[in-house]
């Protein structure tokens, strides 16, 4: 166990802080509520980044940018979304500064109308769509922008809830409601393959309540993932937005038939909170881990000798090991650009790297312990024994295993199969542990009592608001959503979403279960 982190078993919430501080991830900046994603995190981000944006362009949406300060006039026109919004919003009401007097400074001009720092872009956008749209030959409109956002939260942690973050958001506008809800489908699905295909966390689909629903949409879906404490986290929203925000901005388009209509917009979005699901996912008490497919460093070699005898054979050995792993050509090309440097990096497709860490002034078990807590999904050891023996020892960082493998075993593509069954193994394990910590309840005093260990519960719900408010007073749990699946595994095995029963709490008639659980 790490010194310098917390078990999770004895604080849950400083072990998740101690982590992003041993991974060298993010730092609280001066302004309160905001983050410095350092390079180490942003490198994770930039991975999430080129995933998702390949995904988005396959199905046709292209990339814009939108400003970042929205007339608070846009804001109003939606009634919902500024209801929904108002507590939330920055709001610039001065322009310039001049001296006080005082020898310090103070706000110079009132601007005319106050500004809205983006907290999304609904509004803005919708603003441009309706300079964009004439015809329905225009439709459908794709768009896509990578932005930062800022909502004036009161409690926020790392990633999770910060002031200010960083995300995508896409914004299509269509001719019809059936193209709209069919986008809205279709994010969703592209959310729920991300996660599980690259961040390996599984998640479940569905639909949020008209309570939980995103201000002025006429459906939100979402992605929940489950947490090593039993908590829910919101990875991923995909909301149709009907034609609220079109009215309200007057985007109409000449029909085929000669018409005069309103398009059917949609809106999707995940941020770097994903950071934080995925910390909490599958990162232990030795600190940080990272899916390969988006870890930033795939693989570090580190050499080990005492003496200075010793030294050039291995890092001779060393550096055969890595052209193997890289191939030739890349491993060129770093020797040219980087030369001796101490962190010595190649550079693989796809903007993967592979490190010889060269530094001397730190001792092996020292480097062990830098890259173990950085999540690094292999480290590579060599030292002098296994320059004689023709061997190298590979250490897996989810399992903390050890293998003794043989130099020549050691390619790409032994690199490419082992990265993948570490990614398939989080899956399962992270799976598993969702599926156990998952059960249906039909007493309502079963479920208060077992909420409190954490969990996916499966109630019934009989669609009233009253019930829904009734239990997150009392139990601090929401319906998390409305499953999309007939069936979920659970600790007992499959639990039926669609059967009717009775909501424990009301006793009125169920359609069916719906998804409890305290959540981030």
């Known amino acids: 166990m790490a010194q310098n982190i917390t078990p999770r078993a004895e604080d849950y919430p400083q072990w998740y802080l101690d982590v992003i501080k041993a991974a060298d991830l993010a730092e609280h900046s001066p302004v309160r509520g905001c983050m410095v994603i350092k390079p180490h995190g942003y490198a994770v981000w930039e991975r999430m980044q080129r995933d998702l944006d390949r995904r988005f362009k396959e199905t046709g949406h292209v990339n814009a940018y939108f400003p970042l300060f929205i007339p608070k006039s846009f804001l109003a026109k939606e009634a919902a979304h500024i209801e929904g919004f108002a507590m939330e919003c920055a709001v610039v009401t001065h322009s310039g500064l001049e001296p006080d007097g005082e020898g310090g400074i103070r706000p110079k001009g009132r601007i005319e109308e106050e500004l809205i720092v983006r907290p999304t872009s609904e509004t803005i956008i919708g603003h441009s769509f309706a300079n964009w749209v004439q015809s329905w030959r225009d439709l459908p409109l794709l768009i896509n922008q990578w932005a930062n956002v800022v909502r004036w939260e009161m409690r926020t942690r790392l990633f999770l809830r910060t002031m200010e973050f960083l995300w995508q958001e896409g914004h299509t506008a269509h001719e019809t409601a059936r193209e709209a809800a069919e986008e809205t489908r279709r994010m969703l699905e592209i959310y729920a393959a991300f996660a599980e295909e690259v961040l390996a966390m599984p998640v479940l689909k569905g639909e949020k309540t008209p309570a939980e629903r995103f201000a002025g949409a006429e459906h939100t879906f979402a992605i929940e993932a489950m947490m090593q404490d ?291």
């Open 230 to 520: 039993g908590k829910a986290l919101q990875s991923g929203t995909s909301h149709d937005l009907g034609q609220n925000f079109a009215k309200a901005f007057e985007i109409t388009f000449q029909t085929r038939d000669q018409g005069l209509e309103h398009v059917h917009t949609t809106s999707w979005g995940v941020s770097t909170r994903l950071i934080g699901g995925v910390i909490m996912t599958h990162s232990d008490d030795e600190g940080l881990i990272l899916p390969p497919r988006i870890a930033p460093i795939s693989a570090v070699l580190v050499p080990i000798y005492r003496k200075d005898a010793e030294r050039k054979k291995v890092l001779t050995y060393a550096r055969d090991i890595l052209r193997a792993l890289a191939g030739e050509e890349a491993f060129r090309r770093a020797e040219t650009a980087l030369g001796n440097q101490e962190l010595f990096t190649v550079v693989l497709p796809g903007d993967s790297r592979i490190l010889l860490d060269l530094r001397d002034s730190m001792r092996p078990p020292e480097k062990f312990f830098w890259w173990e807590q950085r999540g690094v999904p292999l480290r590579i050891e060599v030292g002098p024994r296994d320059v004689a023996a023709g061997k190298a020892m590979v250490v897996s960082r989810p399992d903390r295993s050890k293998t003794l493998c043989d130099k020549g075993a050691l390619d790409q593509a032994w690199l490419r199969t082992t990265l993948d069954a570490q990614q398939k193994a989080l899956l399962d394990r992270a799976r598993a542990m969702r599926i156990e910590r998952t059960r249906a309840v039909d007493s309502y005093e079963a479920f208060k009592e077992s909420i409190e260990d954490g969990g996916f519960f499966l109630m019934h719900w009989d669609g009233s608001a009253e019930t829904e408010a009734r239990i997150k007073a009392e139990t601090k749990a929401t319906i998390r959503c409305i499953p999309q699946d007939d069936w979920i595994d659970g600790a007992e095995g499959p639990i039926s979403t669609r059967e009717p029963g009775s909501d424990p709490v009301s006793g009125k008639p169920s359609p069916g279960r719906v998804l409890y659980a305290r959540a981030y």
